[in-house]
């Protein structure tokens, strides 16, 4: 076993010193090592940032939503149902469930038309940037290119600003079928559940086809590029001959209102503008259209989003956060490079405002009045009242400008401040916006201006960005019609325009409109000159303009009055409650009309999710009510058989302000 034995180390004789002078340098060796590691450990250490805390905040909660959502599809259906039941109570059966056991079957086949920004877009062209992306969707879906390569991925979702077309070298096409818009985002539906129900009493995807779009073109440009009309012009054909002639029931959401309208004109009007199907096309193929969330004359806050790329809840963020928006999330000016992306996108400006001062009033006066935001009572069992308030000024500069009689406004016209130009030195910036070429004499002009109406607002428009709107002006009109025989009213861009154009000579055909109340929704604006940086946008919201207990509509700078969170009752209802009721020069036939108002009430607790009785612009579509009345129409009730209109706003008395030529 001698080859386990230690081998003892040689050791050769040393002095006392050299034994103290090994120890002292063994010291020396560890203090220096120690400092070396000291100084190691500082340099890793990197300093945090609030942004970086934020990150981390944010990937978690992203971290917990999505295992929680895993949980959720990945244990048995019964589990989420049983705990929802126990907290909220029996859950009521869905629509398809509930008509399918009354004995409905499909009947007449449908089509859906989706709004702005629901319906996916892929890739089919591209620049280096892209590759790897070939039929994979720049919009929808994950948005993963987004955080990717967002420079690369607002390079391709911009169109022409010239043509309002695709940019050489670059084709984004819309996603075809039910997939298209069934979902926006994993987990957010749109269309899903309404499909999901109609499937429940026999419809599948012979009767039933997703007319999608590029959301982005505007309406005559979907056909001239994609011949988008043509095709939805075939399906609806194909459908009504292979359903033993029965008409298509269709259902537009959103912008797809004002789509539609614009395909029953081109569908009727003669080539090559039109699509030559004759005059009695849309009486022989349609028997409704049920409207879901229409914004028939406009939303105020397009007007938010062209004039500073903001809205209620975007002012806010910037409120408290104000350079997370501006370079910290992507590292370069993200509102920037999203408003001149979306200027490029034409359809934003069939939502402007339509019918000027005569539907949304004037310096003085608007069709709602005074109306009061806060429904509850006060502790004191008074509702305050609305003094000196005016929706009537689409975006006013201050607070006071927005309460002041119009007899005590100074106002300087800002068209007469053309253009000295003290230009904005544009190549410190990451991207240049038609803001640059103003000048900072022009953007005073405009605060100076102080209040702007429907009127004055197009002015504006045109002064701030006139790119854009010799685009929109070429493809959208936003006036009413003195002479509807006039043959220039024959040219497409009056026909997604209801006070510019007529209803098709369609008798039996029912239209409906169909739109969440009981949300306050954006109205009117109180603005500012933003000077933070000679970069930014010049103009901002004021969010520090605040009501208080008088003024409950005014919040944030922001005015709100009732509507679906988006589009504003008036909007929605007015065509319908007046304008296109009985006879009119809007509707020579007297194509019967209807108002279905679905009264917002959110959801009890988490486990229900967006709610199933929702009256929020996208939410109403998992609205159960809302779906039972499309699953009966399509089934082949009519609007009597619903039990006719159901309305809990003042649309009606808000019309009778409005002194329209009928």
Request: proline share 5%.
């Amino acid at each position: 076993m001698s080859f386990l034995r230690r081998r003892k180390p040689t050791s050769t004789p040393s002095s006392p010193n050299s034994d103290h002078n090994n120890d002292d340098s063994d010291i020396d060796n560890d203090k220096e090592k120690k400092i070396i590691r000291e100084e190691k450990r500082k340099n890793t250490n990197t300093r945090w940032s609030c942004l970086d805390n934020c990150w981390w905040f944010v990937g978690g909660v992203c971290t917990v939503w999505w295992f929680l959502l895993f949980l959720y599809n990945a244990m048995p259906r019964s589990i989420p149902q049983y705990v929802t039941e126990v907290i909220a109570g029996p859950m009521p059966d869905p629509p398809g469930i509930k008509l399918a056991k009354e004995g409905l079957k499909a009947n007449h086949p449908v089509v859906f038309v989706p709004g702005i920004v629901t319906c996916g877009l892929e890739l089919w062209e591209g620049e280096s940037c892209a590759d790897g992306l070939f039929r994979k969707r720049l919009w929808g879906g994950t948005f993963g290119e987004l955080y990717k390569r967002p420079l690369c991925w607002v390079k391709h979702m911009s169109l022409d600003n010239e043509t309002g077309l695709d940019p050489p070298g670059m084709r984004i096409r819309p996603v075809s079928g039910l997939v298209a818009a069934d979902y926006f985002a994993p987990g957010f539906f749109v269309w899903a559940v309404l499909i999901a129900n109609l499937a429940r009493i026999g419809y599948e995807e012979k009767n039933m086809y997703m007319a999608s779009y590029d959301w982005r073109l505007s309406f005559q440009n979907t056909e001239v590029r994609d011949q988008t009309l043509s095709r939805m012009k075939s399906n609806i054909e194909l459908m009504v001959a292979t359903n033993g002639g029965k008409k298509v029931v269709v259902i537009p959401h959103s912008m797809g209102t004002l789509y539609f309208l614009h395909f029953m004109k081109w569908v009727e009007a003669p080539a090559p503008m039109g699509g030559g199907g004759g005059f009695d096309w849309c009486a022989k193929h349609i028997k409704a259209v049920m409207n879901i969330g229409g914004p028939f004359l406009g939303v105020p806050k397009t007007l938010a989003g062209l004039f500073s790329m903001e809205a209620k809840d975007i002012a806010i963020v910037k409120a408290f956060a104000p350079h997370v928006l501006e370079s910290d999330v992507f590292h370069f000016q993200t509102l920037q490079h999203l408003m001149r992306m979306t200027r490029t996108w034409d359809s934003t400006m069939s939502m402007i405002p339509k019918g000027g001062e005569t539907i949304w009033g004037g310096l003085d006066w608007s069709p709602e009045g005074h109306y009061e935001c806060n429904t509850k009572q006060h502790k004191d069992n008074h509702k305050p009242s609305v003094k000196n308030m005016n929706y009537g000024r689409l975006i006013s500069f201050g607070k006071e400008v927005a309460t002041l009689h119009s007899s005590k406004l100074e106002r300087l016209d800002f068209k007469g401040a053309l253009k000295d130009k003290k230009h904005v030195n544009a190549s410190i910036c990451d991207v240049w916006t038609e803001y640059h070429e103003m000048g900072i004499e022009n953007v005073e002009a405009i605060a100076k201006y102080k209040a702007y109406t429907a009127d004055s607002i197009l002015d504006l428009l045109y002064f701030v960005a006139p790119k854009m709107m010799k685009r929109g002006d070429a493809h959208f009109s936003h006036g009413i019609a003195d002479d509807l025989d006039d043959p220039k009213y024959n040219h497409y861009k009056y026909w997604s325009n209801p006070l510019a154009t007529t209803l098709p000579n369609a008798t039996d055909m029912e239209i409906y409109s169909m739109y969440g109340v009981g949300i306050p929704t954006e109205r009117a604006y109180v603005y500012k000159v933003n000077s933070d940086s000679e970069c930014n946008i010049p103009f901002k919201i004021d969010t520090s303009a605040d009501g208080g207990k008088d003024d409950s509509c005014l919040q944030g700078g922001v005015y709100s009055t009732d509507g679906d969170e988006t589009v504003p009752v008036l909007s929605s209802g007015f065509m319908f409650a007046k304008g296109w009721r009985g006879k009119t020069r809007f509707n020579p036939s007297g194509i019967r009309t209807y108002i279905r108002e679905y009264d917002h009430s959110p959801p009890a607790n988490l486990l229900e999710g967006r709610g199933t009785q929702s009256g929020a612009h996208v939410d109403i579509l998992g609205n159960f009510a809302l779906i039972e009345d499309i699953i009966r129409v399509a089934a082949g009730a009519t609007c009597e058989d619903l039990g006719g209109e159901r309305v809990y706003s003042d649309i009606f008395k808000w019309s009778e302000k409005i002194n329209l030529k009928l």
